[in-house]
């Protein structure tokens, strides 16, 4: 069974630019998680997307914002890229509101590096 | 707040020997607790959680963690460590004071080096 997957493995962009992250969930899963990992703050959570609602938050800006496709697959935005947005963007899916929601499995990650 | 605790930023063993990496969690009411390791340049992999139930949890390649409700610790544990183990470990909580169960709160992260 194939994991979740991202796309892409990196990414650069300048200051001011937009960035899109993309991610598949497994098979068979509705919900997708979007995580930040970056340098001295750890990981953490930004959005939480099921049947294509946005269903949670982290604290992060509006500059940051996502949807989710009729397959389930998501994609990430960030606008206007400041330079402290560089970091490993990763992605997890889990089995949605409707069966196990409280797993949750993760892609490799994109890295995103803003110059 | 609401927050877990790795308070080992790196943890040595040699191999063979038992290992134990230390997680506490300062949250309110039920919390959901999971372990999670992460090799250099991947993603995360999940190795186990608590939900409910039997204290002892026993998860992936032979981890396994005890969770302490009196001392609010959630430690990961393996008998007989291995130089393949070494790699970056995630302690992580969710529950109701996390906005909901689907919202991991990540510790810091534990560097494990298994030395030959």
């Known amino acids: 069974e194939a994991g979740v997957t991202q796309s892409p493995t990196h990414l650069i962009k300048t200051r001011g630019q937009q960035a899109t992250l993309r991610c598949s969930p497994i098979s068979g899963h509705t919900s997708v998680y979007w995580y930040q990992q970056a340098l001295g703050l750890g990981l953490q959570f930004l959005l939480w997307?099921?049947?294509?609602?946005?269903?949670n938050r982290g604290n992060f800006p509006p500059r940051f914002s996502g949807r989710q496709f009729p397959n389930y697959s998501s994609e990430l935005n960030v606008n206007a890229l400041e330079l402290e947005d560089s970091a490993l963007y990763l992605c997890a899916s889990s089995l949605g509101l409707a069966g196990d929601t409280d797993t949750q499995y993760f892609g490799p990650g994109t890295r995103l590096t803003v110059l | 707040a609401q927050s877990v605790a790795q308070p080992e930023d790196q943890v040595n063993v040699a191999e063979g020997n038992p290992l134990t990496v230390k997680c506490t969690y300062s949250?309110?009411?039920?919390?959901?607790l999971f372990w999670y390791v992460q090799y250099p340049n991947r993603g995360l992999q999940f190795l186990l959680k608590?939900?409910?139930?039997?204290?002892l949890v026993k998860g992936s390649y032979g981890f396994e963690a005890e969770f302490n409700k009196s001392q609010t610790s959630f430690h990961l544990k393996k008998p007989s460590a291995l130089v393949s183990d070494s790699a970056l470990y995630f302690c992580?909580?969710?529950?109701?004071?996390?906005?909901?169960?689907?919202?991991?709160?990540f510790g810091a992260g534990t560097r494990l080096a298994v030395h030959p």
């Open positions: 949250v309110s009411g039920n919390p959901y």
């Open positions: 608590y939900i409910t139930g039997d204290n």
């Open positions: 992580a909580v969710s529950g109701s004071f996390s906005g909901g169960y689907n919202k991991l709160i």
């Open positions: 997307y099921d049947e294509g609602e946005e269903r």
